[in-house]
């Protein structure tokens, strides 16, 4: 293996890795925080004030989301350009779930940055923090809900097939029947994750 490739190679288990931890688990942490919405807009608020208010999160938000995000959205999107893309000749199963990856993981990209920007900058340049009242006005006009539906959709997928995916490239997943009983967990966490997605969507708006 050559000096290139060899980088490349560890690149990879890198990008992998950042895409379950902290990507993957602060996802199922920020479904959990919006999940305050359930109780009422003043326990969602409350919340937000509480987490926002600490002196380390501005730290955390960079050092363990902003920056591992940043790393996977690039080499993800590295990725994508040199992939081939075989499975309309093909059409096996893995091909469609790999095409689904690189789509979905694009798509969510956008959606991140968007969400970033509409639920925590604007409030920041305001000089607070996002409210219950924010977050419905962003969810007011019903492209934004659409837009929002297949960006949860998205994440959801790209994480809990990453999650498989990852499982395989570490040689973990090794046997037919050990990928199949991780690709059924997968496809239930994905159902249970955009349901949960979805509800929080749904109190917003």
Sequence with gaps: MSGGNHNYFYLRRLHSLLGIFPIGVFLFEHFFSNSFAFQGAERF??????????????????????????????????????????????????????????????????????????????????????????????????????????????????LTNGVCTALMTWGITISQRSQKIVAVAGWLIFVGMSVWGLLILRTFS
Excluded: C
Aim: proline share 4%; aromatic share 22%.
């Design 45 to 158: 608020n409350a919340l937000v004030e509480t987490f926002q208010g600490l002196w380390i999160t501005p730290f955390l938000e960079i050092g363990l989301i902003a920056l591992p995000i940043l790393f996977h959205a690039v080499l993800g999107l590295v990725i994508v350009y040199t992939g081939s893309t075989n499975f309309i000749p093909y059409g096996y199963y893995r091909n469609w779930t790999y095409f689904f990856q690189r789509l979905t993981g694009v798509f969510a990209l956008i959606f991140v940055f968007v969400h970033v920007y509409a639920a925590r900058i604007t409030p920041l340049l305001a000089g607070r923090h996002v409210t219950f009242a924010d977050m419905q006005l962003i969810f007011k006009p019903a492209w934004a809900k659409w837009f929002y539906a297949i960006g949860i959709l998205s994440a959801a997928y790209h």
